[in-house]
């Protein structure tokens, strides 16, 4: 039965059909299915009573929307069309029991039910369309009641104050799942768009950002930076097809991006085959050092004994610590980056490293020393920096 419901939800889709309109879309034919049934009802008990122009009214209500089904289904492109006459129709499905009793009052305020044509409007097509309905049901309702002060009755209702109670309940129900569906679809798309925008920028940063659009830039004391790289990426992508290098590259930082969040670090970027992390921004962190060697250990640990996608890499990792400057530029495609002496000194620690091994410089060493087993590499000529004392980070230092 799911599959049944969900191949008629489908009627009217096309490809390259946006999520927003999918959703109205399958109201709409959802609308149409439901509804089909209690206005056959109502025709029905019409025409049990004798209310021959009602039920007329009753069973055109149900049967026309199943032909603009019909319609939707095999032209999409007729969408707009097709739910401003499913609207119209509802105006008139209740315009002529309301002549046909002869008054407002006289019909139990059945034109009330009208109100649905404004509700549908704001769902299927938007606020503008529900201002245009809503204008059209005002000159539809004095219009009504022009109509019906010079004509008699031709039924008399005996409805009671207490079924035209039930019918105005009847009413409300509708107009509270119709809105309440609304407001679950905003918070819907609300909540994909937050989930997006916290997938592209940190937590903190995008609370910020939506708060206040103007340029964000923090300085930090204590960060430390890593950058990985994979050994002769570039002969290795030589035979490879686009798929299977994106497909390889996806599956190497995938498996960083995981070890990355159980570890509570920030991933600032990826260019090509380099991939670059900090700890300690945005928030400060006393073990920035720390926790950045453990991510160097496992991020090497892992790539000595897992293939990506079939294949063996090798990476050059580099780490550095120290001030950096942290934040966001611009108005467009926003990143949130970092700049600083700190991480370039850390981008060629990693360019001037060795395949398979963790270069981090003095500061970096200064601070990890005491948990972890470092050896001196010895001065190595840095581009900027002249030559440098460096350090391999090599395990974790043996429990006391």
């Known amino acids: 039965m799911r599959r049944v419901w969900d191949w008629i939800l489908s ?47 009753d069973f055109l ?38 002549v046909l009793y002869g008054g407002l009052l006289e019909a139990g305020l059945y034109l009330s039910w009208g109100l649905l044509a404004i509700v549908g409007a704001l769902i299927a097509l938007g606020r503008r369309a529900a201002y245009a309905w809503f204008a059209v049901y005002v000159v539809a309702l004095f219009g009504t009641v022009a109509l019906t002060e010079g004509i008699e009755p031709v039924y008399e209702n005996d409805l009671t104050a207490t079924d035209m109670a039930l019918d105005m309940i009847g009413l409300t129900i509708f107009v509270l799942l119709a809105m309440s569906y609304f407001v679950g679809q905003r918070d819907r798309f609300q909540q994909e768009s937050d989930d997006l925008l916290h997938n592209i920028l940190p937590a903190e940063i995008a609370a910020r950002l939506k708060s206040d659009s103007t340029m964000i830039a923090d300085d930090y004391d204590a960060v430390s930076v890593l950058f990985a790289d994979v050994v002769d990426f570039t002969p290795m992508s030589a035979d490879m097809s686009p798929t299977e290098l994106v497909g390889l590259l996806n599956s190497v930082f995938s498996t960083f991006d995981g070890l990355v969040e159980e570890l509570g670090l920030e991933k600032i970027k990826t260019v090509g085959d380099e991939y670059m992390v900090a700890a300690g921004v945005p928030i400060a962190r006393p073990d920035h050092a720390h926790v950045m060697a453990e991510l160097a250990l496992r991020i090497r640990d892992h790539t000595d004994t897992h293939e990506f996608e079939g294949r063996r890499i090798r990476l050059r990792i580099g780490i550095n610590s120290g001030p950096v400057t942290a934040g966001i530029v611009g108005t467009h495609k926003y990143a949130y980056d970092l700049w600083g002496d700190v991480v370039n000194t850390a981008s060629r620690m990693e360019s001037e490293g060795i395949p398979d091994a963790i270069q981090i410089t003095p500061a970096t060493h200064e601070l990890i020393r005491d948990a972890f087993v470092c050896e001196p590499r010895g001065e190595v000529a840095v581009k900027g920096k ?12 043996p429990a006391p």
Request: aromatic letters at 10%; a positive charge; hydrophobic letters at 55%.
């Open 11 to 57: 009627l009217g889709s096309y490809p390259g059909e946006s999520d927003v309109q999918r959703g109205r879309r399958r109201i709409v034919v959802g609308y149409i299915i439901i509804g089909f049934f209690p206005r056959m009802v109502l025709w029905s008990e019409s025409l049990a009573a004798g209310r021959t122009g009602v039920a007329v009214s």
């Open 61 to 98: 209500a149900g049967a026309l929307p199943v032909v603009a089904l019909a319609v939707l289904a095999r032209w999409p492109h007729t969408y707009v069309a097709v739910v401003n006459f499913l609207l119209a129709l509802i105006l008139v499905e209740n315009i002529i029991p309301t």
């Open 386 to 397: 002249g030559t440098m004392m460096t350090y391999l980070l090599v395990s974790r230092a």
